[in-house]
């Protein structure tokens, strides 16, 4: 198995433009979860899928963000318009629909917004 | 108000010797506790999950322990090698009808030295 993959590894933009992060679950997962990590806050839930249905989205910091599972096997979040404040690894994550299994984390994405 | 607070903050140690992290957590009633690992650059990875009911769970050279009583985990490190190099997280899931919230805490970072 390939592993949580996540695309694209880096991502520079400028403030205000639109971004989309992806990433495609280790098949069999049903469940997906979006993180976001930086040196000031650390690691941060932004928002977690069980089949394919958002169950938790308190992490996500606000409306310019968004998060989507279409299908098992991708999703998508976005931040329109982009900040600086928004630059950090973005991590996603799958599991078996269990808080007990263990999570089985991407590579990252790291975003810059200049 | 979770909180998870991990000490110290960082450690050097030499190769060969042998450490322990500490892992102090307020969040009650709690679900399940972790520990990961995570290299510069890359993503965590899940060393150990316990439950409130388990005390010790071990994973190679790694051994975690749990006291549900006094809120405290620790992870030991026996006999370390270079690549034990990194930051370790302990995350600590509440007890809920999801069973997938996570209260993080800010990482130990360990540097091992030849």
């Known amino acids: 198995d390939a592993g949580v993959i996540q695309s694209p590894r880096h991502e520079v933009t400028e403030m205000g433009q639109e971004v989309t992060l992806r990433c495609k679950p280790i098949s069999g997962h049903n469940s997906l979860f979006w993180y976001r990590q930086t040196m000031m806050r650390g690691l941060e839930l932004l928002i977690y899928?069980?089949?394919?249905?958002?169950?938790?989205d308190s992490g996500m910091p606000e409306d310019r963000f968004s998060a989507k599972m279409p299908n098992a096997s991708f999703s998508t979040l976005k931040i329109q318009p982009s900040e600086p404040r928004d630059s950090a690894v973005y991590f996603c994550?799958?599991?078996?629909?269990?808080?007990?299994?263990?999570?089985?984390f991407g590579p990252g994405t790291r975003l810059t917004v200049t | 108000k979770n909180q998870v607070e991990q000490s110290p903050q960082s450690l050097i140690i030499l190769e060969g010797k042998n450490c322990t992290l500490q892992c102090n957590y307020t969040v009650s009633p709690f679900s399940n506790l972790r520990w990961y690992k995570q290299d510069t650059g890359r993503g965590p990875v899940s060393l150990t999950i316990m439950t409130f009911s388990e005390n010790t769970k071990s994973n190679g050279r790694y051994t975690a322990t749990l006291d549900a009583d006094t809120k405290q985990s620790s992870l030991h490190i026996t006999a370390s090698q270079l690549s034990d190099s990194a930051s370790y997280i302990c995350?600590?899931?509440?007890?809920?009808?999801?069973?997938?919230?996570?209260?993080f805490g800010p990482g130990t970072r360990l540097s091992v030295l030849p």
């Open positions: 899928f069980n089949n394919n249905v958002p169950i938790d």
């Open positions: 994550a799958s599991s078996l629909p269990s808080g007990s299994y263990e999570q089985y």
């Open positions: 995350v600590v899931s509440p007890r809920s009808n999801y069973g997938q919230n996570f209260v």
